[in-house]
């Protein structure tokens, strides 16, 4: 994971939204020290990060979830404000949905899954809306902030 390039746009797009519009919050499928690594790249200013280390767990189980929860009051962040970006719909889509997020974008595959198909993630369900990039995604939510 240190090897791993972080996309063109993702460092612009965290470093746009998280003053802007949102507290930034991670569950990732990753150890605390392979997130650090590709943080590095990303230079996240994330509010909390939580991790399958942390939880013992890997998405689709429910433990990011639990944890994500037992987090939000420390942040002051209702679970129905919460918008859910992310790629995989075996490992985030579904998990989310189950926990009753608002799953808000997909990214496409050929964008957000560099070393190519999971075997057991299952069919490729496109959701809407659905943009191209993380450039892409932060120009909506600013459009979208500047309309209320």
């Known amino acids: 994971m240190p090897d791993w390039p972080a996309f063109p746009d993702s460092a612009d797009a965290l470093a746009r939204l998280?003053?802007?519009h949102y507290q930034l919050i991670i569950l990732?499928?990753?150890h605390r020290?392979?997130?650090?690594?590709?943080?590095?790249?990303?230079?996240?200013?994330?509010a909390a990060i939580i991790t399958a280390e942390d939880v013992g767990a890997y998405k689709p189980a429910e433990n990011h979830?639990?944890?994500?929860?037992?987090?939000l009051p420390e942040l002051g962040v209702d679970h129905d404000q919460l918008l859910h970006v992310a790629q995989s719909?075996?490992?985030d889509h579904v998990p989310a949905k189950r926990?009753?997020?608002?799953v808000g974008v997909d990214q496409p595959a050929s964008r957000s899954s560099r070393l190519g198909r999971?075997?057991?993630?299952?069919?490729?369900v496109v959701l809407r809306p659905r943009v191209s990039s993380m450039a892409a995604f932060t120009d909506a939510v600013d459009a979208a902030f500047e309309q209320r």
Not at 65 to 71: N, V
Not at 99 to 102: D, I, P, R, S, V
């Open 18 to 20: 998280r003053p802007r």
């Open 28 to 30: 990732s499928n990753v």
């Open 33 to 46: 020290a392979g997130f650090a690594s590709s943080n590095q790249q990303l230079r996240g200013d994330f």
């Open 65 to 71: 979830f639990r944890a994500l929860d037992a987090t």
């Open 89 to 91: 719909l075996f490992h």
């Open 99 to 102: 926990e009753g997020l608002l």
């Open 118 to 124: 999971h075997p057991g993630a299952g069919p490729r």
